[in-house]
C-alpha cells in the first residue's frame, strides 16, 4: 500500500501555496498533475495485480474442489463394482486435492480481502486526482484570464496602431489557449480501461467455472 499513501500525500498538498511560490505557477500545476498521475497508474498497476491474484486463487480452489468431487464419485463407482484397490486409489486422490482445496482456502480468503482493500483504496484515488485536475482547468484559466485582460489593457492605452496590433495577437493568443483548453479536457476524459480489464477477467473466471461444470457434468454416470 505504500503507492497508494504516498499519492495520498502528493494530492493533499496545497495547491494554492505551491503557485504563490512559483515563477511559473501553470508549468508547476502542470509538474504536480503529472507527478500525481504517474503514481496513480503505478496504484493502478498493483491493484489489478492484486484482483488477478484473488481471482486466480479463487479459481484454482474452485479447481480442486470440484476434483476432490470427482474422485469422490469415482470411488463410489469402483466400490459399486466391487473395486476396492481402484476405490482406494480414487480416495487417496480425492484426499490430495481436498488437502490442497484447504490450504488455498485461508490464502483465497486473504487475498480477498486485500483485492476489497486494494478497490476501496484506488477508487478513493482516482476521486482525489480527479478533483486535483478540475482545480487545475480552473487556477489555469483564471490565471491566463488575468494575463488576457491585462494585455487588452496595455493595448487600449497605446497609439492606435499599436493598439490593432496588439489586438491581432491578443487574438491569436486566445484561440492557442481555447485550443491548449480543448486539449485538456479531451486528455482529462480519457479513460484507462482499468475497468474492460477487470470485467475481462471476471468473464475468463466465469467460462473456466462453467468448464469445470461441463467436465462434472460429462464425469456424472449416465441414468
Known sequence: ???FSR??????VNVHALLDRAENPERMLAHLLRTMEENLASARQNAALAIAAERSLGRELEQNQALAEHWQEQAR??????RDDLARRALAHKLDYQGLAAALESQHAAALKLSVEVKGSLRALQNRVAEARRR???????QRAAQVRLEVERA?????SVSFTRFAQLERRLMENED????QVEALRLDDGL???LEKMERDRLIEQELVRLREEEDKPQV
Not at 463407482?77 to 466391487?82: C, D, I, P, R
Not at 487545475?136 to 483564471?142: D, E, H, I, S, T
Not at 487600449?156 to 492606435?160: F, I, Q
Request: zero cysteines.
Open 156 to 160: 487600449l492605452s497605446g497609439p492606435a
Open 77 to 82: 463407482k469402483a466400490l459399486a463394482q466391487g
Open 7 to 12: 499519492l495520498s500525500e502528493i494530492v493533499s
Open 180 to 183: 491548449r483548453i480543448a486539449a
Open 1 to 3: 500500500m505504500n503507492v
Open 195 to 197: 475497468e474492460d480489464e
Open 136 to 142: 487545475q482547468f480552473m487556477l489555469v484559466a483564471r
